[in-house]
């Protein structure tokens, strides 16, 4: 069964201090790892899919790596609109589900 | 606006009344899915579609049924709600085939209450 764990669960940051947030997962054949953003009460927003160990994509302040087991998200000087939920996803080759982890909660105080 | 709608967005409802929340995507895509959303469980998949007429079952599928008729709608049913359906519900779309396979669109979510 495919598992998807985050953390920390809730991290609390100053603005301009850089920090990252822990995807580690256990998948029988990674497609894809998934971040999205997530805003109270909206859906989930695409940020990024990592598909290989090695790859790094970058958007803006955020910037996504794989490994074997985990994946991270580094954000770099944040601002407080960066704070949102953060959710990590992976889908198994010859899968159509996805499966998700909890997501980080991300405060940014000004 | 490449978009992914769902309705009602809010729904208060009683135990064992029927009830469909629709949802519909006007970018063509192929794959459908329902989420789940429940504090500490995060999002879990319900049911999911790769195409018209194709559906096949999430990690929590009981207690809720889906039909693929046409590309762009994907309704999800309740036939006799429960208290412990009571949760926040995502549709979301994507493509299977050409660029951009992978960006998941979800929709604003419906917020539901089985009482």
């Known amino acids: 069964e495919d598992q998807v764990t985050q953390s920390p669960e809730a991290l609390r940051l100053q603005e301009g201090e850089s920090s990252s947030l822990n995807c580690s997962y256990t998948?029988?054949?990674?497609?894809?790892l998934f971040w999205y953003r997530q805003d109270p009460g909206k859906g989930p927003e695409f940020l990024f899919t990592l598909y290989s160990a090695g790859e790094e994509k970058e958007k803006e302040r955020l910037k996504a790596t794989l490994t074997k087991k985990e994946s991270f998200l580094h954000i770099t000087a944040p601002k407080p609109e960066d704070s949102a939920t953060y959710l990590c996803a992976v889908q198994a080759w010859g899968a159509g589900k996805s499966t998700f982890g909890d997501g980080t909660t991300l405060t940014v105080k000004p | 606006e490449a978009q992914v709608t769902q309705n009602p967005r809010y729904l208060i409802t009683v135990t064992g009344k029927k009830l469909t929340v629709t949802c519909s995507q006007n970018m063509n895509h192929e794959y459908m899915s329902w989420y789940r959303q429940d504090p500490g469980l995060g999002l879990r998949q319900i049911y999911y579609s790769m195409n018209v007429e194709v559906t096949d079952k999430g990690d929590v599928p009981e207690g809720y049924k889906v039909s693929r008729k046409e590309k762009r709608n994907f309704p999800l049913i309740l036939e006799s709600p429960s208290p412990n359906q009571t949760s926040l519900y995502f549709c979301a779309s994507r493509r299977t085939s050409g660029g951009s396979t992978d960006t998941q669109y979800f929709g604003p979510g419906t917020r539901l209450t089985v009482l």
């Open positions: 998948v029988s054949g990674l497609r894809g």
